[in-house]
């Protein structure tokens, strides 16, 4: 199989890595972890366990994905971006049992530094800002800024900002600067045409 991995990470025995995914310096993959074909996982990388990965995920370094986390297809997790799974932690207090699960959907975009509280979703190609910190579910499509983090616009399947509203109201569309893909906005959500 075409796989990577650095000479310095640890990828343990079980772990399942697609075709063409590269494990990179100092990262460790767990046993249990479900990763796809064409990822990437950069320098100082944790993997956890009960993790699943799509195909073509880049995951940038100094990130821990830790159980209860999945990222589909096409997601990119800036540098030092963080993931939970107990949304009240106590060093005393074992609460394994308590994972609440969280989901980033197909091409979402986590920004550098930012983190996701446990038991969020965030949805097919959201763009979660730089330092945002999530505490609630993201639409598809959503922008979102801030701490904590609140929609201030809408991003298009290329990563483009759309010169569209953030207002429940809005019957509006708008085409992508760079490609000319068309979106329609109606009754809070965004699409494709």
């Not at 990262?27 to 073509?56: E, K, M, T, Y």
């Not at 799974?85 to 980033?104: D, G, I, M, Q």
Request: hydrophobic share 40%; with cysteine.
């Amino acid at each position: 199989m075409n796989v990577t991995i650095h000479p310095s990470a640890i990828v343990d025995e079980g772990a399942q890595l697609g075709e063409g995914t590269a494990v990179w310096h100092f990262s460790h993959v767990c046993a249990g972890a479900r990763i796809g074909p064409r990822c990437s996982l950069g320098q100082n990388v944790f993997v956890a366990n009960d993790v699943v990965i799509g195909a073509g995920v880049r995951i940038q370094n100094n990130v821990s994905v830790y159980d209860a986390v999945t990222l589909e297809d096409d997601v990119f997790v800036g540098p030092s971006a963080v993931f939970t799974n107990v949304f009240n932690p106590r060093s005393a207090v074992p609460r394994k049992h308590e994972y609440r699960r969280t989901l980033v959907k197909r091409g979402a975009t986590l920004g550098a530094n930012c983190t996701l509280v446990c038991g969020t979703a965030v949805g097919e190609y959201a763009f979660i800002g730089a330092g945002a910190v999530v505490t609630k579910d993201v639409k598809p499509h959503a922008l979102m800024t801030g701490v904590p983090a609140r929609q201030t616009g809408w991003m298009s399947r290329h990563g483009e900002k759309l010169a569209l509203p953030v207002d429940e109201a809005a019957d509006m569309e708008a085409a992508c600067p760079a490609t000319g893909e068309r979106y329609r906005l109606q009754g809070g959500r965004l699409e494709a045409l």
